[in-house]
């Protein structure tokens, strides 16, 4: 479906509640995930998707197609998992439990556990970062966002969010090839 | 005078940095996604949410329209009360100066040729 069809759906939803129920369903998986990764845990993850459905609902009809639907969606689920941590009064942190198992159908099993290590090393890496630059990074290769959503889910300009996504890159490449460096 | 040390100055390029490759930032992407893959959401809580959420849409629905027909029926007794007072301040002006016969609406004393009285 192309962005001006969405547009309908959205003008259609701001009168008719089965017109929400199609949009709800589209992005339910997405931000469940979102704060999934940013709670670590179901319930909450349930609780703040619902807040976040809920408050699209009630302000749907202000709701004016300036960006995208995904980004001011992201945006109402971003604020309020910060307003979940502030809460709480600790900084979200993206859960990098879940490491999934790297397999290599193709290479020697030495190799995919050099790459294994090497990918959990960055991720290590990601989960020392500032929170603004996890969800950046979250943001851009997870929910695959263009610069200009994540500059709206951020509340920044987009050159500020192409600027500190080239930082994060660099800073993260220059571990990695330091890491690389002392095992060699 | 301006001191040289109160000039600040942007070092750009300060750690000479190679930018980073198409293949790099692929590697970060095809890492981080593997180390996030999706969750699904329980399907009953995905259903039960979704109950909840078009209940709720309805009813909001349903407000609007009562906020509307209350609206629109608030106007109509508004326009009714404000053409009736205002047809009755006119009507009691008009009565007002018939009482006091001056020459406007009192055809007689406009018609009536001049040193006739």
Redesign the interface.
Known sequence: MGEGDEYALIKQAQ????A??EL??RY??RI??YH??HTGN?AD??DL??QT??RA?RYLRKYRHRGTFQAWLFKIAHNLMANHHRDRGRHPQ?T?D???P?VTEKGQPGEALSIREE?AH??HV?STLPEERQTL??L???EELSNAEIAEVLGRTEGAVKALY?RT??Y???IMVEVESHEA | MKHRWETTYITLNE?R?L??SAV??AW??E????????????AD??VA??Q???Q???R??SIRQRFRQLAGFLGILGGGIFSLVGGMLLWRSWQQKEAEGTPRGNLAGVLAPAGSS
């Open positions: 009168n008719d509640p089965q929400f129920g709800y369903r339910v998986n469940y995930n999934y990764r179901r993850a349930e998707t619902s459905f809920q609902l993206v990098m879940a490491v999934a790297l990918t960055l991720l990601i990074i979250g851009k290769f997870v080239y890159l660099h993260l490449r220059e | 750690n940095a930018p980073v790099e930032e970060v992407a890492a981080v996604r593997q180390a996030w893959p999706p969750v699904t959401p329980p809580f995905v949410l979704e909840e959420l078009l709720e849409a309805a909001r629905q």
